[in-house]
């Protein structure tokens, strides 16, 4: 009954290859994020959709398509994967916006570690 | 300036000793601040939100000081299982971008 789960766990693959990761979370929550955890251990925050709808999108290469088909799933393409994508993704989930705030907690996945060789 | 700094540490402290760690932020708009904790290879999992009137769940305790835009973490009678990352997390109102500090390790030791 694992809250937010995130597949594949590890991902080694090739310059140039696409890959996707998937993002499940059960807890009925409305949104939901991708974040890129780097080797030096900064988490930034990729996307944010809310109900299906893309509410946040930092500044990512267009080679990221977040893929949100219901509120409960949010997956992660990414084409022509490059050396710098190799990092640790995490999928989070967080309760509806209200107000335009949200100040719930957000609750992680146990991250993709993406490896590009 | 980056938007939100700690000091990366490590922090090595001695079982039962008291450790603070302070996290500023550059947004003076900001409106959420939590406390989260990530153990090594682990994901991130929620310590603590920061009110304004500060708050304390068991051993820790944090605060928030808007004046001089920080908030801190106080943790008392440290515990072996207290060893991981605390990341300080700040967010502003509007459309709610989390922003994560980089974290700062904690080793206790026995």
């Known amino acids: 009954d694992t809250a937010v789960s995130q597949t594949p766990k590890y991902l080694v693959t090739q310059m140039g290859n696409d890959k996707s990761i998937k993002c499940e979370q059960n807890?009925?929550?409305?949104?939901m994020y991708w974040y890129k955890q780097d080797s030096k251990k900064f988490l930034k925050i990729m996307f944010s959709?809310?109900?299906?709808?893309?509410?946040i999108n930092e500044t990512v290469p267009n080679r990221f398509s977040p893929k949100s088909p219901d509120k409960a799933h949010l997956n992660l393409h990414i084409n022509s994967l490059e050396l710098g994508d190799s990092a640790v993704y995490f999928c989070?989930?967080?309760?509806?916006?209200?107000?335009?705030?949200?100040?719930?907690?957000?609750?992680f996945g146990p991250g993709t570690r993406l490896t590009v060789l | 300036r980056k938007e939100v700094e700690q000091d990366p540490g490590p922090f090595n402290v001695p079982e039962g000793a008291t450790v603070a760690f302070n996290c500023t932020y550059s947004?003076?708009?900001?409106?959420?601040f939590f406390w989260y904790r990530q153990d090594c290879r682990k994901e991130p999992k929620l310590l603590m939100s920061?009110?304004?009137s500060g708050n304390e769940d068991g051993r820790f305790t944090a605060q928030l000081n808007r004046a001089s835009q920080y908030i801190s973490l106080l943790i008392r009678d440290s515990k072996l299982s207290d060893s991981a990352t605390y990341l300080c997390?700040?967010?502003?109102?509007?459309?709610?971008?989390?922003?994560f500090g980089r974290g700062t390790s904690l080793i206790v030791h026995p």
């Open positions: 947004n003076s708009a900001s409106q959420s």
């Open positions: 807890l009925g929550h409305d949104t």
């Open positions: 920061v009110y304004s």
């Open positions: 959709y809310n109900n299906k709808e893309l509410i």
């Open positions: 997390v700040v967010s502003s109102g509007g459309s709610y971008i989390p922003t």
């Open positions: 989070a989930s967080s309760q509806e916006r209200l107000a335009g705030i949200t100040t719930d907690t957000q609750y």
